[in-house]
């Protein structure tokens, strides 16, 4: 009996690990998915359908699941400001700065988010920064450095509104990871997530469909919006669901550094559909982003006296 409890314990504890690599294999499908999209719907206007398509879809699971009361009335004003932080701003940054800046650019500046996340944790409370997690997020930080090459990047007058918005974009999404642990602890993933897009939609949706207004919607093609609904669904509701569960159980920082797989996500995806050739560069880029996520994820063991 109690080696079952034993590998109980372990696959629980390497549960939220394997939802947070999930989270990463999804949101790196948005950039393929969402180029196709960007093409014919504007980009606020996705925003606007990422973020009511997944309300509806999580307010469907939570009310065939349960209520939708949460256990504090503060929680309600708490669930509104971290939609703000976690989504509204987030997103609609992102694809602003995303339009007046370069890819180099953006890949180059999310570096931040983990940075961002674990400097705010550490000054609301809910993180303490150790050397270990330190010099993982330095490891992780500086293998993506390489893969994505920081010479590509250019920074220039043309572009700095764009790189000031990102950067702006990765702030915002460190406030959420680092701040909203209790709160999704205290009601549950599912619901928290649940009142987090529907408070998000309040502002998204509305801002879409006046965004959507110069576009003919008779001409836009079915796979577009099956598209819209994948890109709502696997690139949206699924990975913030998943990763709500996962910050309930592990520290923010956890959380923000798997942000570091999705470069390798996308190497390889463009290696396996594209056949882009994966060189020595990608293997040790890859090594230093592992052995980082890898010192960062890592349980302390206290010495036995």
Do not use: C
């Not at 702030?171 to 649940?194: C, E, P, Q, W």
């Amino acid at each position: 009996m109690e080696i079952k409890l034993e590998k109980e314990t372990e696959i629980n504890g390497a549960s939220p690990h394997i939802a947070l690599v999930a989270v990463q294999l999804m949101f790196g499908t948005f950039p393929v998915v969402g180029k196709v999209v960007l093409q014919v719907i504007p980009s606020v206007a996705l925003v606007g359908f990422r973020v009511g398509i997944a309300a509806a879809i999580l307010y469907g699971f939570q009310r065939f699941g349960g209520n939708l009361r949460l256990a504090k009335p503060s929680d309600y004003y708490r669930l509104a400001l971290m939609s703000l932080f976690g989504v509204v701003f987030n997103q609609l940054l992102f694809v602003t700065g995303l339009s007046l800046t370069k890819a180099a650019n953006t890949s180059l500046l999310s570096v931040t988010i983990p940075i961002f996340t674990i400097l705010i944790g550490t000054a609301l409370g809910s993180e303490r920064i150790s050397f270990r997690k330190a010099v993982g997020i330095a490891l992780a930080a500086a293998g993506v450095l390489i893969l994505i090459d920081p010479t590509s990047a250019a920074f220039s007058s043309e572009t700095k509104v764009g790189d000031f918005l990102i950067i702006l974009n990765s702030f915002s999404y460190g406030i959420y990871v680092a701040s909203s642990k209790d709160v999704i602890t205290r009601n549950g993933a599912l619901k928290s997530i649940t009142w987090i897009f529907m408070f998000a939609a309040i502002v998204t949706v509305p801002v879409g469909l006046f965004s959507l207004s110069a576009v003919d919607i008779s001409g836009v093609a079915p796979l577009i919006w099956l598209l819209v609904v994948h890109v709502a669904v696997f690139g949206t509701a699924a990975p913030y669901m998943l990763n709500a569960w996962a910050l309930a159980r592990v520290s923010p920082s956890t959380v923000a550094v798997y942000i570091y797989l999705q470069p390798i996500i996308g190497f390889l995806s463009a290696a396996v559909f594209l056949g882009e050739n994966i060189g020595l560069k990608f293997i040790g880029s890859a090594a230093l982003i592992f052995a980082g996520v890898f010192l960062v994820t890592r349980k302390h063991i206290p010495a036995s006296k």
